[in-house]
């Protein structure tokens, strides 16, 4: 008798004709157990646990998703991220700390109304494990492309916390001169094609880069940030089917928060992962523990070494949890960590997701493994807080943009009109 083989699809569709329920595992696994790094393979298959496609999601529900205590010491994610050399391992924690301390520092000056500081701010504090881990397995000269959350970013890839102070502060040694604030930050020399106050932005500026390098033949590849709203996009699958079609060397990274702006990511994703969107592309997709920087770097060096070898995108999908509002410091207190009385979600469920800090675990790693000293780690944490420290300093000492620069590079007439429009509106006059 001959023996006829199906692949995973048609089985699917034939246990969904006979009435099966689904009992088809991810290889996810479940909620709290699988993403510590686990590759979805280029196939379809029924996602059984997740966050989304819960209509039903209540304040609170995220605890249902807490990724353990401790980063696993052992396996393949940890044993990848060991490899590395303990200078590239402390570099990876002292930009983790930079961008927490400096995010930390003006959270604290925005809400004790201090420098007369304001505009917009989008923290990234409590997803440092995703910026982080990305960086590291890029090149100095692969491009990113930003969100409207990107501090973080920007710090993990070398950004110069001086310039970004100074940017916040609206002052001429600004990464913009003062033009842009928070939202705009750009530093082309690092391949940093800055933050975009646009969402879903980010997909064609990294193709657009990559698609330089693979004509050059460079070998770099572009990565688009993007959260969990942004996923919905109509930007989204256009831009990774377009880079799938072309094999471009783009890695699309999501940095799933669960919340949207302050609605559930889970009550609007028909999904049970955002990952899920794009599997029928047949390209790699990770879904992994986001505040997990093993696990982020694992699967941003498999990501990497695909798009280099000229197979085209592939997907990662962080399970992270933001520490404050989506924009603003609602709920925020001056010394005290995350934001609190937000009605979206509960208190217990940010204090809970606080424990899991992804800077707290990397350091319990490092130790845990050897690699690093507590010492070594206290010095880095030092240096970090008199960058942070300095950076400020510097944006305060810096000067204020002349105001004529306001129209600067734009239609209005550059910076003799812009002085003729203040002489007769009186404008700065004594």
Not at 21 to 45: D, H, M, P, Q, Y
Not at 126 to 147: P, W
Request: hydrophobic share 40%; proline share 4%; aromatic share 10%.
């Amino acid at each position: 008798m001959s023996t006829q083989r199906i692949d995973r699809r048609t089985l699917i569709g034939i246990m969904g004709s006979a009435g099966a329920s689904s009992v088809v595992f991810s290889s996810c696994g479940n909620a709290n157990a699988g993403l510590t790094g686990a590759r979805w393979e280029k196939s379809i298959s029924l996602a059984t646990s997740g966050p989304g496609g819960n209509r039903d999601w209540q304040p609170g529900d995220a605890l249902k998703f807490l990724p353990p205590e401790k980063i696993p010491t052992s396996g393949k994610a940890s044993d990848i991220l060991a490899a590395l050399t303990k200078e590239k391992l402390s570099l990876i924690y002292e930009r983790m700390n930079a961008s927490r301390k400096w995010e930390n520092a003006m959270k604290d000056l925005f809400v004790a109304g201090k420098d007369g500081l304001y505009g917009s701010f989008h923290t990234y504090i409590g997803e440092e494990a995703i910026a982080c881990g990305v960086m590291a397995a890029l090149n100095d000269d692969d491009y990113i492309a930003s969100t409207h959350r990107g501090h973080g970013h920007l710090i993990a890839k070398g950004g110069d916390l001086n310039k970004m102070a100074a940017e916040i502060f609206f002052k001429e040694t600004g990464y913009n001169k003062g033009y842009g604030g928070s939202m705009h930050i750009t530093d082309m020399a690092k391949g940093i094609m800055g933050m975009n106050g646009i969402v879903g932005a980010s997909f064609y500026l990294a193709a657009g880069a990559a698609i330089r390098a693979q004509v050059r033949g460079t070998k770099q590849v572009g990565v688009a940030f993007f959260g969990d709203g942004a996923a919905a996009s109509p930007y989204y699958f256009s831009a990774i089917r377009s880079c799938t079609n072309h094999k471009i060397p783009v890695i699309f990274v999501n940095e799933n928060n669960f919340q949207y702006m302050g609605v559930p990511m889970a009550s609007v994703v028909p999904t049970k992962y955002i990952s899920e969107y794009t599997r029928g592309l047949d390209i790699p997709h990770h879904l992994v523990d986001g505040n997990d920087v093993a696990a982020v770097y694992a699967a941003t060096k498999e990501a990497v070494e695909w798009a280099r070898a000229g197979k085209g995108p592939s997907m990662i999908e962080g399970i992270t949890y933001r520490w404050y509002d989506h924009s603003g410091f609602a709920g925020g207190r001056v010394g005290a960590d995350g934001a609190m009385g937000l009605p979206y979600r509960s208190d217990e469920e940010v204090r809970q997701w606080m424990s899991r800090d992804p800077i707290s675990r990397y350091k319990a790693w490092l130790l845990e493994k050897g690699l690093v000293t507590a010492a070594e780690l206290g010095r880095i944490e030092a240096a970090s807080q008199s960058a942070v420290d300095a950076s400020i300093n510097f944006a305060r000492q810096s000067k204020d943009p002349d105001p004529a620069q306001g129209v600067h590079n734009t239609h209005a007439g550059g910076p003799v009109a812009a002085t003729q429009f203040y002489n007769r509106s009186g404008i700065g006059a004594s």
